[in-house]
């Protein structure tokens, strides 16, 4: 299983390392705004974003280690969804004055555009 992992990350840096800038920034800008979660630790939507983010990488190293660099690997965000509803139904209650409450519609609308792109490669991978 780490093989997978570790074989995966590698075709994960190479693929990532091939993007061209504006891409480069966005997938960075995704990673710090996921890791900004560690200065919450103590509140269970942050520790939720890292718990996600951490499975995330796991699914998908391990099919990059599978499948290639591809459009499919879109879907290993997959858990995004469900966090993204419990965020939703949570966030209302959480001050817009805070910088943690900053945080979290800074994350859910980034996860959202993001997702929105791993849709679209999704549904590029399955039709060419």
């Known amino acids: 299983m780490f093989d997978k992992i570790i074989a995966g990350k590698e ?6 390392a091939g993007f061209p800038l504006h891409w480069k920034i ?3 800008a995704l990673v710090i705004i996921n890791l900004l979660a560690i200065f919450f630790i103590k509140k269970r939507e ?3 974003a890292l718990a ?7 699914i998908m190293t391990t099919m990059a280690a599978t499948f290639g660099f591809t459009k ?3 879907a290993g965000h997959i858990l995004w969804v469900f966090l993204l509803i ?11 004055k805070t910088l943690y409450g ?3 519609r800074l994350f859910m609308i980034v ?9 679209i490669d999704v549904i590029k991978y399955f039709v060419s």
């Not at 996600?52 to 796991?58: E, R």
Request: net charge positive.
């Open 86 to 96: 419990y965020l939703y139904r949570r966030y209302k209650k959480i001050s817009v």
């Open 52 to 58: 996600v983010m951490l499975f995330n990488m796991v």
């Open 72 to 74: 499919i690997l879109g």
């Open 11 to 16: 075709i994960m840096d190479i693929g990532i």
């Open 111 to 119: 996860v959202s555009i993001s997702l929105v792109i791993d849709i």
């Open 46 to 48: 942050a520790q939720y």
């Open 26 to 28: 966005w997938v960075n």
């Open 102 to 104: 900053k945080w979290i």
